[in-house]
């Protein structure tokens, strides 16, 4: 059986800065976790507080990440400590662990924790810091088959334009389909997505559902126009390869329709990351 997670093994296995900001995070966390579940019952205390240590874990190996990709480990040191020193972040933070506390859903940690290092990356005055405590306030709302969705959406209208930016335009087209066959079919929806599903995420805010189509009739125009290639290669991937298909009933089940807002793209491009195990740069989508 595997031990609980507590404080002292979370520090030790990360070491560093981030077992620091595991520190001071919990040292304030505990109290606002006292606080809020003062009234409920000792078991569901005792679960919150292993939900919420689940997620600080995430949150400082990410921060861990964070060091050994920067060659200048004082910088994070100084960005950490500029941060739990801003209101807003502390807000952020207090946010999320709260909502973690109240889910057991490890992708849904993981999704917090990367929202919480991009915020310690980011001045408080731009776009992303903004829309980061709201992104953390929503995605505990989502299930994990309305999370791919949002990955899909943001796979078709930015991460795959921004895949083939710099690839020569003979081999765009294949470039797009092997990126696609290899991305797919870890972010596609396995369920139906229903007409609720839709109405809860344009209610939270994730898109706007137009009445209009974004790229005609089928998806293989859409990405035509989208990559900017005229070359047929789409139809046949669309129409007659099964991760093709399955894309295109995405598409039909209203994908076509929409418009990703900055929540939902945040939380699609942190999904995306999550399921295929990818790097994205989210910094670049929000200037």
């Not at 125009?221 to 991937?237: H, I, P, V």
Request: hydrophobic share 45%.
């Amino acid at each position: 059986m595997t031990e609980p997670l507590t404080l002292v093994v979370i520090a030790a296995a990360v070491g560093g800065t981030a077992g620091k900001l595991a520190e001071k995070a919990w040292d304030s966390g505990e109290k606002w976790l006292s606080t809020y579940f003062q009234d409920h019952h000792p078991k569901a205390i005792k679960k919150a507080e292993q939900n919420a240590l689940a997620f600080l874990d995430d949150l400082a190996k990410r921060v861990n990440r964070l060091e050994l990709a920067t060659a200048d480990s004082q910088q994070i040191t100084q960005q950490i400590e500029s941060a739990l020193e801003d209101p807003a972040f502390s807000a952020t933070l207090k946010d999320s662990l709260l909502v973690s506390a109240c889910t057991q859903n490890r992708t849904t940690h993981r999704i917090l924790a990367h929202l919480i290092s991009e915020r310690l990356c980011c001045t408080s005055d731009n776009i992303l810091a903004l829309t980061i405590p709201l992104a953390c306030r929503t995605v505990v709302s989502l299930t994990n088959k309305q999370l791919c969705f949002l990955a899909t959406g943001v796979v078709l209208e930015h991460l795959l334009p921004a895949a083939v930016s710099n690839v020569e335009p003979e081999v765009k087209d294949q470039f797009a389909i092997d990126w696609l066959k290899e991305k797919l079919p870890f972010v596609l929806p396995q369920e139906c997505i229903t007409g609720i599903d839709l109405i809860h995420m344009e209610g939270l805010s994730c898109f706007n559902l137009t009445r209009t189509m974004l790229g005609g009739d089928r998806l293989h125009f859409f990405l035509r126009r989208k990559l900017e290639t005229s070359g047929a290669q789409f139809d046949n991937f669309v129409m007659n390869t099964t991760i093709g298909k399955q894309f295109e009933s995405c598409w039909n089940r209203k994908l076509s329709h929409v418009l990703l807002t900055s929540i939902g793209l945040l939380i699609g491009i942190c999904a995306f990351e999550e399921l295929t195990g990818s790097q994205v740069d989210v910094q670049i989508y929000f200037k």
